[in-house]
């Protein structure tokens, strides 16, 4: 325990989380008080979470000089003692009416008892009088209507006593769970810091203690909804943020970090770096296809103005910080909450796209550029158009002025075939020196929308990597595409009107010295 020398105490009501700084693997608390000065005046912040890292405290005081800051470990015992003696006086009570509960269940069976013994009296005297030369038929109806307002008693206080009896189960369900959450809150610790200030009698001094805590988390997610009217796409920045502290976030203000504190506070190591030698067989050379991916840096848009909403942004060097629009909540249980971050209309190109190799359908794709200004992070993109909602994809990092795509769906009325018409292996040369494999394909592409529509078809060809491997494009391939020659990728842009079929043709050879191994093509 800690002694503090004898000063006064401030009166305020206890502090709240004022804001709150969410990084990846952890978060920094800000608490905030306003204290009236009176000499010597210590400010108290109670109920800080266990998770709180005691060397992480660090105090600010606006208006005041700051003197010193202690901080001890707690139970929490004392303060749900009063709660606990009030739900347990709930529990007795619930324990009494139980008992009467008892008591009418247990008369509702003796009515039930007695309506048997008054229907069997009347059924005895109704067999005696039967015989008889005048019997009383207003006596029978008399004994049978007796014995049946005793069974509906009956009936009646036993379906009251159930209907009871569940309500109080309910009730007694809740009280259980309210002891066990208040018999394992007083099992817990939390700490309390003390802040010892001084300042002129009379004044006003704010003061703030900060502190990390770990147990967080925070993810980004996005709504893309196409708005192909003016050519753009709303884009809205969201995150889901989640934390176990044991303390809500309760009108704090939210900012979100990329920032990493302890791998960008701690450099990297150097270590020795070695060189070695094996011996390996000579190896017999084999064709083969690689398939590659092409990464090329891009340049930014030209066009950088952005139209956006309650976006805010700082950048911090290798990482940016996000301010959430607004107070929010977030418990301290690890509940998923969603804060919006902002909104921005980029613009957008959009276009009908089909790579029938993959997947023989066409999709409605936009070609966007981050104007925003801040790198998107990679994360989960809820897609939508005027039809409503269409799907999610996955986003990667997108670089600011950076060039992006996004797809929304795809269209029935617009239907691509492709057909493998030649796929075959032949020698080639005099004395067949060479293989040569020859390859020709059709895609037949249909437009069943109203208007004329444009479809942009690519399908790639290989590219050799070899001086003795020759790839070819032949002349019976359609002309008017358009052939990257980094990534082998042939793009055709064909214009169809309603109700219009076209056919797009692409051959092209491979010839490879016949000593390579070719299984594999």
Avoid at 283 to 300: I, N, W
Avoid at 370 to 391: C, E, I, K, Q, Y
Wanted: glycine share 6%; hydrophobic share 40%.
């Amino acid at each position: 325990m800690t002694f503090l020398p004898l000063t006064l105490l401030a009166l305020t009501a206890s502090p709240q989380v004022s804001s709150v700084v969410v990084y990846p693997d952890r978060a920094q608390v800000t608490r905030a008080q306003d204290v009236t000065c009176a000499g010597a005046t210590t400010a108290v912040f109670e109920h800080l979470p266990q998770a709180a890292a005691r060397d992480s405290f660090r105090a600010r005081a606006t208006g005041a000089t700051l003197e010193g800051m202690t901080a001890e470990v707690m139970q929490r015992t004392q303060e749900s003692t009063a709660e606990r003696t009030r739900w347990r006086e709930r529990e007795v009570a619930l324990d009494e009416e139980q008992s009467r509960l008892a008591a009418a269940s247990a008369q509702a069976k003796d009515l039930e008892r007695l309506a048997l013994g008054y229907t069997s009296v009347a059924v005895t005297r109704v067999t005696t009088e039967l015989t008889g030369p005048r019997p009383d038929t207003r006596a029978w109806d008399a004994s049978f209507d007796a014995a049946m307002d005793l069974q509906l008693r009956a009936v009646k206080e036993a379906r009251d006593a159930a209907d009871k009896q569940r309500g109080l189960e309910q009730r007694r369900a809740e009280v259980q769970a309210e002891l066990q959450r208040l018999s394992w809150l007083g099992e817990q610790q939390e700490q309390r810091v003390e802040v010892r200030l001084s300042c002129t009698e009379g004044t006003q001094a704010r003061v703030e203690l900060t502190y990390l805590v770990g147990g967080t988390s925070w993810t980004p997610l996005y709504e893309a909804r196409a708005q192909e009217a003016d050519g753009s796409v709303e884009l809205t920045a969201l995150a889901t943020v989640r934390q176990e502290t044991g303390e809500d976030w309760t009108g704090a203000k939210l900012f979100l970090s990329t920032a990493l504190p302890r791998q960008d506070a701690t450099p990297p190591e150097v270590t020795p770096l070695y060189l070695s030698a094996t011996k390996r067989p000579k190896e017999r050379k084999v064709l083969v296809r690689r398939e590659e991916v092409q990464q090329h840096a891009e340049a930014g848009a030209a066009d950088n103005a952005t139209e956006g909403q309650g976006l805010r942004v700082t950048s911090q060097g290798l990482s940016v910080q996000w301010e959430a629009q607004g107070a929010t909540r977030v418990p301290g249980d690890g509940s998923a909450v969603r804060v919006r971050l902002g909104q921005h209309r980029l613009k957008a190109s959009f276009s009908w796209r089909t790579v029938p190799k993959l997947h023989p359908v066409v999709f409605r794709v936009a070609r966007l550029a981050n104007t925003t200004a801040f790198p998107l992070l990679p994360g989960p993109v809820s897609v939508f158009r005027d039809t409503g909602f269409l799907g999610s994809q996955n986003l990667s990092r997108v670089a600011q002025g950076a060039p992006f795509e996004l797809t929304f769906g795809l269209e029935e009325a617009l239907r691509v075939k492709r057909v493998a018409v030649e796929e075959v292996a032949r020698p080639e040369g005099l004395f067949g020196g060479k293989k040569r494999f020859r390859y020709v394909y059709r895609f037949q592409l249909t437009n069943l929308r109203k208007g004329t529509e444009q479809i942009e078809l690519s399908e790639h060809i290989p590219i050799s990597e070899l001086d003795d491997v020759k790839v070819e494009v032949e002349p019976k391939s359609t002309t008017g595409y358009a052939l990257d020659a980094a990534d082998g990728i042939a793009t055709w842009r064909v214009k169809l009107a309603p109700g219009e079929s076209r056919d797009v043709d692409l051959a092209f050879h491979i010839d490879a010295p016949s000593s390579y191994e070719t299984r594999s093509l």
